[in-house]
């Protein structure tokens, strides 16, 4: 029976070693044994025969859950609570089945199978499930790290996820032979490769990781304007008018630099409100921006807002639609939300795109057929004040419409099969996309892939961006919604990642800040203070080269999809004499 005192040891070990990586920096290299002491226990318990050890492990992910991501719960605290138990369910119900696996499948393979698994259930969360939270994925533990971690280029942060589980698999496994006697009896050749392939697992990564970090990157140099206007999102809506925080960013755009040559400028994620898309012209914040581009036409901007999308059709696009009413024909007018990003340039609107990974709980309701009645019969109604002047349903959309990776040019009015649903005028904004301004350097269209705050946790999904033209990645985000805590800065570091799987410069515009220029080595050139309004001003490089994650996607996560449904069906098959 595994001593209690010897379970919660192993059981903090394992908190500590595996939270270091989010909250110290350049501590990412503790990832790689942080889960040893975890294995251990769990051999404790399987030797010992120790019963309801499903409540350890939980307990284990259920605080390194809270320990890393405790900020969670400064803008809600429900969905923080909801985050932490069940993000730690999930990673415990994978942890268990390795454990239903090791009664079924004897050596090496239960241990293969639980990489497989865990790498397996990582990727449904970056793609497929509607309740993800990816932020402790465990190639992320060296976002702040990102001089052993070049090599994501390649495999991508999921590929990281596999390094942590070789190593911790591999140093277990020496641990295991020495206490068990069994290296003693290996031979030469056998002692020799046991040490030899741990030593690979561990430092091949490192050597792999310095080998390219001189990789060289030129491209096109292009000036980037970073305003940070420094709102406290809980109070801006209430004390500031729209003109008031417009007035504010102009300000300190004009009073930081002179913008006399090809610039792109760039606001934060939901700068401007009440939006439609079909008059974005129309709208004050919009206006404003023209006026200031008069003055300075060689620039474009990009900036993020809330907008509303009209929808006519006979039957409801959307669960969180509203239905406006009748309209002439026998149709009717519905209400979309997004949260959007938008360029302009002195001649127009150039690119409008809806954000499209969406946070579960406060931009999501997932699995809508099921969670939508019971939102409505709860909450009801709430008013859209001074928005459209009627009521709908207060959540947002599920999906968002149009080409989410087409990057089609300016006035190009051709319409993408399956990119625009039936009743939608799409001739006043002609596609729904990547948002990218057109930068006047050699006559030239220079898409520039926007990832709207969340959306730059999803690697994957970021290359997207690139595979369709994108020559300079932009983040627009809003992170003061949890204070002064880690949250903010493993968002920035995310960034990180996403510049060297991407091969792009990143240019991350922050509302309160961490705003920043980051290289394709995810080192960060320049930044700005927490909670001050800033201007950052520098140079960016429009690149054209595509990674290898860039034009092949996440190999790893779908060989480890594979290789779990394998071993799966191994241990499910009855084993006969």
Known sequence: MMKRSVAIGLMLATVVLMS??????????????????????????????????????????????????WWVCEA??????????????QMSVVFGSFRLVKKRLSGALPYIYLAAAWIAWERFYLTSAQISWPWLVLGNAFADTTGLVQWYSVLGHTGGSLWVWLCNLAIFGLMVAFSDGRFSSWNLKARTAAIFGAVLALFGPMAWSWSISSREFTGEPLRVVIGQPNFDPYQKFEFLTQAQQDARYLKLLEEATPIDEPVLILAPETFTSRVFTDDIESHETYRRFQGFLSGHPLASVIYGASSYEKVYSFSSPDPCAYDMGLQSGGSHLWILMHNSAISVDTSGVTG??????????????????????????????????????????????????????????????????????????????????????????????????????????????????????????????????????????????????????????????????????????????????????????????????????????????????????????AALVPRHR
């Open 20 to 69: 270091l990586p989010w909250l110290v920096p350049h501590m990412g290299w503790t990832a790689l044994f942080g889960l040893v002491p975890l294995l251990i226990m769990e051999r404790l318990a399987t030797s010992g025969g120790t019963k309801h050890f499903f409540w350890w492990h939980y307990g284990t992910f259920v605080l390194w859950n809270a320990v890393t991501t």
């Open 76 to 89: 809600t605290v429900g969905g923080g609570i909801f985050a932490v138990l069940a993000n730690a369910l």
């Open 352 to 569: 409008l795109y809806h954000k499209s990974k969406l946070v579960v709980g406060t931009e999501l309701t997932p699995y809508p057929k099921f969670f939508i009645p019971f939102q409505k019969l709860l909450l009801g109604e709430t008013v859209m004040a001074q928005d459209v002047g009627q009521k709908r349903i207060s959540c947002l959309p599920i999906v968002t419409y149009g080409d989410s990776l087409g990057l089609r040019p300016r006035n190009d009015k051709k319409e993408v099969a399956g990119s625009v649903m039936p009743g939608i005028d799409n001739s006043v904004m002609p596609g729904i996309d990547r948002a990218y301004p057109v930068i006047p350097s050699e006559a030239s269209v220079s898409p520039i892939g926007t990832a709207v705050c969340y959306e730059s946790v999803y690697g994957e999904f970021c290359t997207g961006y690139v595979r369709e033209g994108a020559r300079l990645l932009a983040v627009i985000t809003n992170d003061a919604w949890w204070g002064n805590t880690p949250g903010y800065r493993q968002h920035l570091n995310y960034s990180r990642l996403r510049a060297i799987e991407c091969g792009r410069y990143v240019a991350r515009c922050a509302n309160t800040g961490i705003s920043a220029i980051i290289d394709p080595h995810g080192r960060i050139l320049s930044h700005t203070s927490w909670w001050q309004p800033a201007v950052l001003d520098g140079t960016v490089q429009l690149l054209d080269c595509q990674t290898f994650f860039v034009r092949y996607g996440d190999i790893t996560g779908r060989i480890s999809v594979l290789l779990f449904l394998l071993l799966a069906l």
